[in-house]
């Protein structure tokens, strides 16, 4: 089936340094790929949407400076979280529709500690 | 608006069925999906439904009712892996992303 890949799984950053955050379709192509954060305990709450070739369209309260999105290509979209700071420390997860268009996948997930 | 309502936990014993139901209310209704978290891991998806009717996978089925706005996902001879989170997620017409349920946290126990 399906697979979506994320990477780095866990990654720790001192405040003010930028961190990049990779998603990837691996046997598929996502033209679309949405951008999700997660808090201990709380649901996930959608950050972006990401589209291959045009700008991410960014959830209400979401800064676009701030959490940059790159969808270059039909097989990886990419999160960097600029100028981080402790409370952007969080479980960042992708997902992607799959290629019979009925499924949506979720990439591992990626822990962020901003120290 | 968009709402989507499921209970916040719940406890089962091992070997018995446990039914989580789901209710939402959305425009646009393109399929509800129902993914599995366990603690500190991403959602795997268990088992979508876009037509009425029930859908059976192994130990895991789910029912649609779009005329109640209504789901739930039934687990049979539960084990203590099936403790976890259970997400119900919403999927409107268009390539939207999914609305999530705040998820339903199920113990289950000896």
């Known amino acids: 089936g399906a697979v979506v890949s994320q990477h780095p799984s866990w990654v720790i950053c001192k405040s003010g340094t930028s961190v990049k955050i990779e998603c990837r379709s691996l046997d598929f192509q996502a033209t679309t790929m949405f951008w999700y954060r997660q808090f201990p305990k709380q649901s996930l709450m959608l950050m972006a949407t990401?589209?291959?070739?045009?700008?991410?369209?960014?959830e209400q309260g979401v800064e676009k400076d701030k959490f940059l999105i790159n969808h270059a290509s039909l097989t990886l979209s990419t999160l960097t979280v600029t100028s981080a700071h402790p409370e952007d420390s969080s479980f960042y997860i992708c997902?992607?529709?799959?290629?019979?268009?009925?499924?949506?996948?979720f990439g591992e997930g990626s822990w962020l500690t901003v120290v | 608006g968009q709402n989507i309502d499921q209970p916040t936990e719940m406890t089962a014993t091992e070997g018995a069925i446990v039914q989580i139901n789901c209710t939402y209310q959305t425009s646009g209704f393109n399929g509800l999906f129902w993914y599995q978290q366990h603690a500190g891991e991403a959602p795997t998806f268990l088992s979508y439904n876009v037509l009425d009717g029930l859908e059976e996978k192994g130990r895991f089925s789910s029912f649609l009712s779009r005329s109640k706005g209504y789901s739930y996902l039934l687990l049979k001879e539960l084990q203590m892996k099936d403790s976890a989170s259970y997400l119900c997620?919403?999927?409107?017409?268009?390539?939207?992303?999914?609305?999530f349920g705040k998820g339903t946290r199920l113990s289950v126990i000896a």
């Open positions: 997902s992607a529709r799959g290629a019979l268009g009925n499924t949506i996948y």
């Open positions: 997620a919403v999927r409107n017409s268009g390539n939207t992303p999914l609305v």
């Open positions: 990401s589209n291959e070739g045009s700008k991410a369209t960014y």
